[in-house]
C-alpha cells in the first residue's frame, strides 16, 4: 500500500499537469476564435468562386484547352492529400483523417489503382512514414494558422503532377469545423473539375453554408426559359467569354479549396485540443478528488495506529 507522502507526491504531480491542460485550452480557445473568424471571412468567397466557376462551366460550350482541365480517360494512380496538425493532444483528430486516408487507400488498390500520398502536418507525415509508405510531398510548419501562400504551394505541386500525367485524381480528406466538440471528416475530388463539385450533376457545394448558393441557382435556373435542346438557357452574359473565364478562375479555384480545407483544419485542430485539454483538467480533477480520499484515509489510519501504540503501551506500564 502506498504511502502518505507518496499519495501527496502524486496529487502534486496530478496539480501540476491541470495546471498545464489548463493553459493549453486557454491557448486553444484563443487561436479557435482567431481560426473562427479566418473562416468566417473565407466561406462567403469561397462559395462565390465555386458558384461561378459552375456557371461558367455550364455556360462554355467547350472546355478550355488547358491541360489542367483534361479529364482522364482511364484512372490508374491517385494523389490523397491528407491534412493533419504538426502536434497531437488534440484526441482524434490526427487519427481519423489517418484512419479515412488509410480506408481510402484500400478501396483504390481494390480497384487497382495505385496510391500517391501527400500529407499535410508532422503527425500525419511521421505516422505514415512509420507504416512504411513514400511520400511525394509533405508539408509541415503552418498547420496551426496557415497562409494563402502555403496553399498555392500545395496547390501548385499537385497541379503539376496532375498535368505532368503523373496522377489521374486528386483527392483531399480533412476535417470540417463544425463546432469545438464536433469535426466531420470530409473527402473532396480537386482534379479533374469534371469530378469536382463544381461540375457535379447537383451542382451543389458539400458544406451546408454552400446551401444557400446552390438554391440561388436552382431558383435562377428554374425562372429561366429553356433553350430548345433540353438545357435550360443561363441568365447571365459573360464577358469575355465563359471559356476565357473558366480557363483563369480554374487555378483559383483549386488554391481557395486548398485554402479553405487548411483553415477547416486548424479550426477543427484548435477546437480538437480545447475539448481534450479541458476533459484531461476535469479527469486530474476527478483523480485529485480520489486520492486526497484516499490520502486522508491514509492519515487517519496512521493516526489510528499511532494512538493503539500508546495506548498498548501505556497498558504495558501498568
Known amino acids: 500500500m502506498a504511502s502518505l507522502r507518496d499519495i501527496r507526491r502524486r496529487i502534486q504531480s496530478v496539480r501540476n499537469v491541470r495546471k498545464i491542460t489548463r493553459a493549453m485550452e486557454m491557448v486553444a480557445a484563443?487561436?479557435?476564435?482567431?481560426?473562427?473568424?479566418?473562416?468566417?471571412?473565407?466561406?462567403?468567397?469561397?462559395?462565390?468562386?465555386?458558384?461561378?466557376?459552375r456557371r461558367a462551366a455550364d455556360a462554355a460550350e467547350r472546355i478550355p484547352s488547358l491541360p489542367i482541365l483534361q479529364p482522364r480517360d482511364r484512372v490508374e494512380r491517385v494523389?490523397?492529400?491528407?491534412?493533419?496538425?504538426?502536434?497531437?493532444?488534440?484526441?482524434?483528430?490526427?487519427?481519423?483523417?489517418?484512419?479515412?486516408?488509410?480506408?481510402?487507400?484500400?478501396?483504390?488498390?481494390?480497384?487497382?489503382?495505385?496510391?500517391?500520398?501527400?500529407?499535410?502536418?508532422?503527425?500525419?507525415?511521421?505516422?505514415?512514414?512509420?507504416r512504411g509508405i513514400d511520400l511525394a510531398g509533405e508539408y509541415t510548419g503552418f498547420t496551426d494558422?496557415?497562409?494563402?501562400?502555403?496553399?498555392?504551394?500545395?496547390?501548385?505541386?499537385?497541379?503539376?503532377?496532375?498535368?505532368?500525367?503523373?496522377?489521374?485524381?486528386?483527392?483531399?480528406?480533412?476535417?470540417?469545423y463544425i463546432s469545438p466538440l464536433r469535426q466531420l471528416v470530409r473527402r473532396e475530388t480537386l482534379l479533374p473539375l469534371q469530378q469536382a463539385e463544381i461540375v457535379g450533376e447537383d451542382g451543389g457545394s458539400s458544406s451546408g453554408e454552400g446551401g444557400a448558393a446552390a438554391a440561388e441557382d436552382q431558383e435562377t435556373t428554374a425562372a429561366a426559359g429553356s433553350d430548345g435542346r433540353g438545357g435550360v438557357q443561363p441568365l447571365w452574359l459573360y464577358q469575355?467569354?465563359?471559356?476565357?473565364?473558366?480557363?483563369?478562375?480554374?487555378?483559383?479555384?483549386?488554391?481557395?479549396?486548398?485554402?479553405?480545407?487548411?483553415?477547416?483544419?486548424?479550426?477543427?485542430?484548435?477546437g480538437a485540443r480545447m475539448t481534450a485539454m479541458r476533459n484531461a483538467s476535469e479527469n486530474a480533477a476527478e483523480l485529485i478528488d480520489k486520492l486526497t480520499l484516499q490520502a486522508n484515509r491514509q492519515r487517519q489510519a496512521e493516526i489510528t495506529q499511532e494512538i493503539m501504540e500508546v495506548v498498548a503501551g501505556a497498558e504495558a506500564l501498568e
Not at 476564435?33 to 462559395?47: G, S, V
Request: proline content about 4%.
Open 145 to 176: 494558422r496557415p497562409a494563402y501562400a502555403d496553399a498555392r504551394r500545395i496547390a501548385d505541386e499537385l497541379a503539376a503532377a496532375y498535368v505532368d500525367g503523373r496522377v489521374d485524381r486528386v483527392e483531399v480528406i480533412y476535417n470540417h
Open 240 to 270: 469575355p467569354e465563359p471559356e476565357e473565364i473558366l480557363a483563369q478562375l480554374v487555378p483559383d479555384y483549386v488554391e481557395v479549396s486548398i485554402f479553405r480545407a487548411l483553415l477547416e483544419s486548424a479550426a477543427s485542430e484548435h
Open 79 to 130: 494523389a490523397l492529400l491528407l491534412v493533419t496538425g504538426d502536434r497531437g493532444l488534440a484526441g482524434p483528430f490526427n487519427s481519423q483523417i489517418l484512419r479515412a486516408g488509410q480506408l481510402r487507400a484500400r478501396e483504390l488498390r481494390a480497384d487497382g489503382i495505385a496510391v500517391e500520398w501527400h500529407v499535410v502536418g508532422r503527425r500525419g507525415a511521421s505516422s505514415l512514414r512509420f
Open 30 to 53: 484563443a487561436r479557435l476564435r482567431r481560426a473562427e473568424q479566418r473562416i468566417a471571412a473565407l466561406r462567403p468567397y469561397a462559395d462565390a468562386l465555386r458558384t461561378m466557376t
